[in-house]
Each structure stands twice: as structure tokens, then as C-alpha cells.
């Protein structure tokens, strides 16, 4: 019998490992880095150990720290969550060295499928269809080429310990082959540390299906269903659900039946997924297979009324799968959403800063998995990812309107997200149909509203100036009236808004250039206002932070200053050649010299930040004047990078200008 578990992850997946482990009696321990002492997941567990600074190489992937931290508890077992060491055999070894049962698969089974390369080697013996590629082992990248003109085009570039989109890309012509080569193993080595490369021939417009699998220590494997994940962005799931509008009971059987194969031909024990691609014709072909529990598992167990933590905890202390194959049944449907902190309008940029509020809508059927709350800190050394909203309903349509609503009435200020443009998947009319493929956003997305920066309504400008014009009195009453116009200057984004504002009773007019507006205001808290606005009575949440204000309407959430105090200010235009740092992160390349010429949409440097690599690109034609950051230095947002001179050696004006990355 275990009875105290150390959870080696953070935030959401900690959290909610935590709450089951704590519903089945175990104590739970959690470890934390320097910049998570106040974290979700630290406050939930009975005990925390701090294991090192910020960087997770020090912290959360440091092997003897998370040992230690074991010994120094107590505990008898480790759940690693996903991620950091979750797919590390070699943890997974020394967690059993050091007398510790790993809730996850044995050391060898992690190996094997943690290779691209190798794990579908093994597929194609154990009679699992795989996709036609080149899997040679530590192909140079004249092997890769040469190759490469066997396959055709197009083709995938793959990292061989690969996952969540890193270390991959699409090349449509041979002309790209090389260049992606080197981005692809130069990307593969800062995230894994491993730069060996795979090619795979390119399916078109698939559906990316997985199934989840289950393994005891008796030799029984089942599978539960099927997610399909389909709807991705730059290879990172946006949206999962089960079960998968386009999979009949009969491909559902021969996938899920497949997936044992691969689970048994590597004695595997515990949770896994067997990732597919389907193509339009329903042919399948195994991608990989993920040896842990999965970001998106709560739709499998919204849909089969299963706990899969509290399964992976029981198959970790040698008791056999709680049913067979026959007793799985699939109920209704689920659908999960990634919410991140992250802006669409700006090449969808991870965004750090102070969570002023974070409040999830209570909605029947729906399900928050999240490991922050108001007033955290979302930094950039971590994942973005705030929450998975997911949503469970007895139809497709049911669960999509209640994700809906949850998405559209979540209260969520401070940083920029992602939430529209999930409301915005969720609503699609092509999603409703269950017709989404992989190429789903790059074809009906590529223009979409929210992708770019929000503009206001002439009803959401008078919103705000009602708000900054009586907010400011909620705690000491309303006056009965404005006498007089106030007049008031608000900012959102680069434009600066000129509005009136007067009042008599519950009437507030609003005059706009060439608009005004007549709001009846019932209600002013600190949270919601409530109003009647041509007959129709609504309401739409705030936050106000000082002259800051954090509006949701509609679904749509807009960020404005009130600004009638202060001077008008010059901004940098475009072209500047003042190139900062739009996020925290690492400089990973320098890829210019001081002298050299650059064309506008030259990458000048590759900063790193949450996991991914993001180009920092020259916004007009001039010459390099000046490099600030070398390779391995850490920055700071807004921090000056590079500066570009023009040929008549002017280095633009005297602000800075945000890089575009």
C-alpha cells in the first residue's frame, strides 16, 4: 500500500493529480521552484519541498533535488504529471533505484517510445500501420536529403524525441529541405537535447486521432475511446474532444485494438496514448505514442465517468485494470479548450504579467483544470497555459454551448488570452459540422477577427466611459446627476478616444464623434454592470485597476487607459529599427553582425521563451548599428535587442519599438 505521493510537476497538472490522490487518503507532497512559493499547487498539497531557482533545468527537471525531496517526505511514490520528467527513462530508473514507485511505465517501454525513430521501428514489427518516411539512425543531414528525394513532397521533418510541435516542420519543395533542417535540429536540441531527426511523408488535411490506452502489471490492456485532436496550431493542440465526430464504432475498434498492439508490444503498464493520423478515406497510421497521462485526459473521463489518475495510482500498486474491455461505455460528449496566456493578434506571443483576476464562470457541465487564481503571476518561465476549460454535455451540441458560455463569462484581467479566439473555434460553423482537419485554422482562420488587434464599438467605448466615469464613486455613492459634460480621453491600443460623458438619474449619455449613446444604468459594481441599451437590458463584467480597465462584452475583452490627465505621447512607428524583446526569455542566436546590411523580415536574433523559439526580425531595410544581447543571455521584456541604422546612418527615432517575433 502507498500512502504518500510527491506530484514532480507544476501548476495545473499538479493541482489536479493532488485533488485525487487527497479524495483516495494519500498525503500529498509537492515541489516548487523560487518563483512558485506561492503557487496553486504548493498551497493544495499537505507538505512542499523547494527544489531550486526559476529555471526549470535547475528546478524541475533536476533529478537528485526531486529525490530529495522524496527522502526528506517520506513519500513511497512519484507521479512526474506530463512534461519536464514525465518521459524520462532515466528518472523513471532512479525514482525505482532510490525505492520509489514511479506511477507511470516501466524505464524501457518510456525509452522506446520516447524515440520517434525506434518507436516506430517497433510499430511496424508489431503490425501497427505507420506512415512512409526515413527512419535512419542519426542521419547526418546528407542522409536526411538524399532521402528525402525518395520520399517526395511534401514531407515531415520530425524530432526524433520529440513532442508538442517542436523540432518539426512541413516542407513543401526541396529548395526549403536544408534550411529547415538545421532550424528543426537546432530546435530539437534547446528543447529535448537530442537533435536526431526523422521523415515521414506528409499526410494532407488529416484528422489527428488518439487513443487512450491502459496497461496493468497482469497483462490486461484495454483502450477508452478515442480524442481527436485534429484542431492544431503550428503542431500544438487547441481544441480535443471525445468521442470524434468523424470515427464510426468500427474505426474506433480497429484503432483502439491497434493501440493495445503497440501498448503490448512494449509491456507497457499504466495510462498511454497511441496518437493516429486518419486521412479522409479513414486509413490510420500510427504518430507516436505518448507514455503518460495527456494534457487533454479529462474529456476520456468526462465521457466514461473514469478517473485515470486514480487508474494510474491503482496500477501503480499492482492491483489489475478496474474493467475490461466490454464494461467500457461511452457517455455524451466533451470537449476541452487550451487557455493561454498568449496574444492572437500578435503571432499569438506569450504574454507574462500580474493575473489582476481570474475568475472561471460557474456553468453546469463544465470542468476548470487550472493552477492559478487572482492575483498570481504569469511568468516566462513556464507554459502559458492558464486553464483547460472543458465541457461536457449529452450531445455534441450541448457540450459545445455550455464551452461556449464558459469561455464568453470567464473574468479574466491582467494579461492578454486567448479566449476569443477559442469562443471564436468553438462557434465555427465548420467545427459545428465536425469537418475540422489539421488544416482547419490555417484555411478558415487565416483572416479571422480574432487575430487581430480588438476595436470598439461605438457601444463598448460607451461602456468603458460609464465605468471610468461612475466606477470611481461606487464606494462613496453615485451623485444625482453630472451638471456638466465630463469629458474624457481613453487609450486603447495605439488610438486615443475623445468622449463626453453627462448624467441625469439613471441616464448616462455618451457622445462620441458623430455617436452618441443613451445607457440606462440599473446596476455599477465592481465586478459587472448592468444596463439597458436600446430596450434591452444586458450586462458585461469589468475590472478596474486604477486608470486601467478590463472590459468583456460580448465575448470579446478589450483593454483601455484613461488617460484624461496625461499628455499626448509620440510613439515609434513602424519601421523604427529600435528591436526589443516582446517577452521575457533566452537569446539562443545572434544571427547578424554589427555592419551588416539586413532587408526588412530578416531574423536578426532567436529568443526562447516558454518552450518555443521565436525570430526577432529586422522592421525596415538599414544596416546593423548595434547588438546588445549575446547567445545565452536572459532578457527582459521591452529590452532593447538590436538597433538598425539607415543608410543615411539615422537609427530611427528615440523610443523603442516592440520587435515582431
Not at 535512419?136 to 521533418?157: C, K, Q, S, W
Not at 470524434?244 to 474506433?252: A, D, G, Q
Not at 512494449?266 to 504518430?287: H, I, M, P, S
Request: charged share 25%; with cysteine.
Amino acid at each position: 500500500m502507498l500512502t504518500k505521493l510527491l506530484i514532480a510537476n507544476r501548476g495545473e497538472i499538479a493541482v489536479r493529480v493532488i485533488r485525487t490522490a487527497r479524495e483516495l487518503g494519500y498525503r500529498t507532497v509537492a515541489v516548487y521552484s523560487e518563483a512558485d512559493a506561492n503557487a496553486l499547487h504548493v498551497q493544495e498539497a499537505d507538505e512542499a519541498v523547494l527544489i531550486g531557482p526559476a529555471q526549470v533545468s535547475a528546478s524541475y527537471l533536476n533529478v537528485a533535488a526531486v529525490l530529495e525531496a522524496a527522502r526528506k517526505t517520506g513519500a513511497d511514490a512519484i507521479h512526474p504529471g506530463y512534461g519536464f520528467l514525465s518521459e524520462n527513462a532515466d528518472f523513471a530508473t532512479a525514482c525505482q533505484n532510490a525505492g520509489l514507485t514511479f506511477v507511470g511505465p516501466p524505464a524501457q517501454a518510456i525509452e522506446l517510445m520516447g524515440s520517434k525513430r525506434r518507436s516506430k521501428i517497433a510499430m511496424q514489427k508489431a503490425g501497427v500501420p505507420v506512415v512512409p518516411g526515413f527512419e535512419g539512425d542519426r542521419a547526418n543531414d546528407e542522409e536526411l536529403v538524399a532521402a528525402a528525394g525518395t520520399i517526395g513532397y511534401p514531407l515531415m521533418i520530425k524530432a526524433s524525441a520529440g513532442g508538442g510541435g517542436r523540432g518539426m516542420r512541413l516542407v513543401h519543395e526541396a529548395s526549403q529541405l536544408k534550411a529547415e533542417i538545421q532550424r528543426a535540429r537546432s530546435e530539437a536540441r534547446n528543447a529535448f537535447g537530442d537533435d536526431e531527426l526523422i521523415l515521414e511523408r506528409a499526410v494532407i488535411e488529416p484528422r489527428h486521432v488518439e487513443i487512450q490506452v491502459f496497461a496493468d502489471k497482469h497483462g490486461n490492456a484495454i483502450y477508452l475511446g478515442e480524442r481527436d485532436c485534429s484542431i492544431q496550431r503550428r503542431h500544438q493542440k487547441v481544441v480535443e474532444e471525445a468521442p470524434s465526430p468523424f470515427v464510426t464504432p468500427e474505426l474506433r475498434k480497429a484503432m483502439g485494438e491497434a493501440a493495445v498492439k503497440a501498448a503490448l508490444a512494449c509491456q507497457y503498464e499504466g495510462a498511454g496514448t497511441v496518437e493516429f493520423l486518419v486521412d479522409k478515406d479513414r486509413n490510420f497510421y500510427f504518430l507516436e505514442m505518448n507514455t503518460r497521462l495527456q494534457v487533454e485526459h479529462p474529456v476520456t473521463e468526462l465521457v466514461t465517468g473514469q478517473d485515470l489518475v486514480a487508474w494510474q495510482l491503482n496500477v501503480a500498486e499492482g492491483r489489475p485494470l478496474p474493467l475490461s474491455q466490454e464494461e467500457v461505455r461511452l457517455d455524451g460528449h466533451a470537449i476541452e479548450v487550451r487557455l493561454y496566456a498568449e496574444d492572437p493578434a500578435n503571432g499569438f506571443l506569450p504574454q507574462t504579467g500580474l493575473l489582476h483576476c481570474f475568475e472561471p464562470a460557474p456553468v453546469p457541465g463544465v470542468r476548470y483544470d487550472t493552477g492559478v487564481r487572482s492575483g498570481d503571476i504569469v511568468t516566462s518561465h513556464y507554459d502559458p497555459m492558464l486553464a483547460k476549460v472543458v465541457a461536457w454535455g449529452p450531445t455534441r451540441d450541448d457540450a459545445r454551448r455550455r464551452l461556449l458560455r464558459a469561455l464568453e463569462d470567464t473574468l479574466i484581467a491582467g494579461v492578454i488570452t486567448n479566449r476569443h479566439f477559442l469562443s471564436r473555434i468553438i462557434a465555427h460553423e465548420a467545427f459545428g459540422a465536425g469537418e475540422a482537419t489539421t488544416a482547419f485554422l490555417e484555411q478558415a482562420f487565416a483572416d479571422d477577427p480574432s487575430l487581430h488587434p480588438a476595436v470598439a464599438s461605438s457601444s463598448d467605448i460607451a461602456l468603458a466611459a460609464t465605468v471610468f466615469a461612475l466606477g470611481n464613486g461606487v464606494a462613496g455613492g453615485w451623485s444625482n446627476s453630472l451638471t456638466t459634460a465630463l469629458p474624457l480621453s481613453l487609450q486603447l491600443g495605439d488610438e486615443r478616444l475623445q468622449v463626453q460623458v453627462r448624467r441625469a438619474g439613471d441616464e448616462v449619455t455618451i457622445e462620441q464623434t458623430g455617436d452618441t449613446r443613451t445607457l440606462i444604468v440599473k446596476m455599477l459594481d465592481h465586478r459587472s454592470l448592468c444596463y439597458v441599451d436600446n430596450d434591452v437590458r444586458l450586462t458585461c463584467q469589468y475590472q478596474q485597476v486604477d486608470n486601467h480597465l478590463y472590459l468583456q462584452s460580448s465575448g470579446r475583452a478589450l483593454h483601455l487607459m484613461d488617460v484624461t490627465h496625461q499628455p499626448p505621447g509620440d510613439k515609434a512607428g513602424a519601421g523604427s529599427g529600435r528591436l526589443q524583446a516582446a517577452m521575457d526569455g533566452n537569446i539562443v542566436d545572434v544571427l547578424v553582425s554589427p555592419g551588416d546590411s539586413v532587408a526588412k523580415g530578416d531574423t536578426l536574433v532567436v529568443l526562447e521563451a516558454m518552450k518555443m523559439e521565436h525570430p526577432v526580425k529586422a522592421d525596415r531595410d538599414g544596416q546593423v548599428a548595434r547588438i546588445n544581447v549575446a547567445t545565452g543571455d536572459q532578457v527582459r521584456r521591452q529590452q532593447l535587442l538590436v538597433e538598425l541604422s539607415a543608410e543615411d546612418g539615422d537609427t530611427g527615432p528615440a523610443q523603442q519599438k516592440e520587435a515582431h517575433a
